[in-house]
Nanobody, 122 residues
Framework: QVQLVESGGGMVQAGGSLRLSCAFS????????MGWFRQAPGKEREFVAV????????YYADSVKGRFTISRDNAKNTVYLQMNSLKPEDTAAYYC???????????????WGQGTQVTVSS
């Protein structure tokens, strides 16, 4: 059974940085995408970024391009989201996801983590 556990959330001032991590377990075969979504209070969950198994294919939502960087370390079974120049509108619960179908600015994952809260104060 695939499990995804996020960490690294917290509170930061506008302009600051945070790095989220997502450790996954329970997998027996490689070659799957991983990504991040977020959900702000009262809003729908939205796509943030996705990365292929090899790291060759990476896509971002327009709202985070140039500020967020997704990466993965397959040896450590971990995917990361480096978030720089954070804005109050980035405040949300951030969810890790894996498997499924993806492309330019879209991702339909199969598995989800429980989420980690990111709060950006102005």
């Amino acid at each position: 059974q695939v499990q995804l556990v996020e960490s690294g959330g917290g509170m930061v001032q506008a302009g600051g940085s945070l790095r989220l991590s997502c450790a996954f377990s329970g997998r027996t075969f490689p070659n799957y995408p991983m990504g991040w979504f977020r959900q702000a209070p009262g809003k729908e969950r939205e796509f943030v970024a996705v990365i292929s198994w090899s790291g060759e294919n990476i896509y971002y939502a327009d709202s985070v391009k140039g500020r967020f960087t997704i990466s993965r370390d397959n040896a450590k079974n971990t995917v990361y989201l480096q978030m720089n120049s954070l804005k109050p509108e980035d405040t949300a619960a951030y969810y890790c996801a894996s498997d499924g179908d993806y492309g330019n600015a879209y991702y339909y994952p199969t598995y989800w983590g429980q989420g980690t809260q990111v709060t950006v104060s102005s």
